[in-house]
């Protein structure tokens, strides 16, 4: 199977295309995630860093935390991505900016623990305090 993935910003100025399966799909609801979108949640899906590659504009990179470096369009400011320099293997894409999200739902929902209390849980997912992957911050 050799199905190509592909998404992009608001603008269109950043495009990426995928050419491997995700390896994890999340639903966060970290406070830094809620920030970086301006939204009460955001979803990710994992995929190997070497699958995608940018079409077009490069992201701008704004570091979060210390091992965190998240990516946007400088020109809409769409989030785009979340990389650990630590983890260089892994890139994370806001599902949400693929041309078909429909076809990546999230199964685990994580950072619980900083859920807004008007925001709901959704029962139908695998839930976390915290990350899935023991020991990570946000
Ligand atoms: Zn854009
Ligand atoms: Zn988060």
């Known amino acids: 199977m050799n199905k190509i993935i592909e ?28 920030r970086a ?11 190997r860093a070497g699958d995608v590659a940018f079409v077009g504009a490069q992201p701008t990179q704004f570091r979060s935390s210390p091992d965190v470096i ?4 400088a020109r809409c400011g769409t989030p785009l991505t979340y990389q650990r320099p630590s983890k260089p293997g892994t890139l994370d894409i806001t599902t949400v900016t693929l041309d078909h999200p429909e076809d990546f739902p999230p199964t685990k929902e994580i950072w619980l623990e900083h859920k807004l209390a008007w925001e709901r849980a959704n029962d139908a997912l695998e839930q976390f305090p915290r990350s899935s992957v023991p020991t990570q911050d946000d």
């Open 7 to 34: 998404g992009g910003c608001l603008c269109g100025a950043v495009r990426y295309r995928v050419t491997g399966e995700p390896l994890a799909r999340t639903l966060c609801h970290c406070r830094t995630c809620r």
């Open 37 to 47: 979108s301006g939204a009460p949640s955001l979803a990710w899906v994992v995929f």
């Open 70 to 73: 998240r990516t946007f369009c």
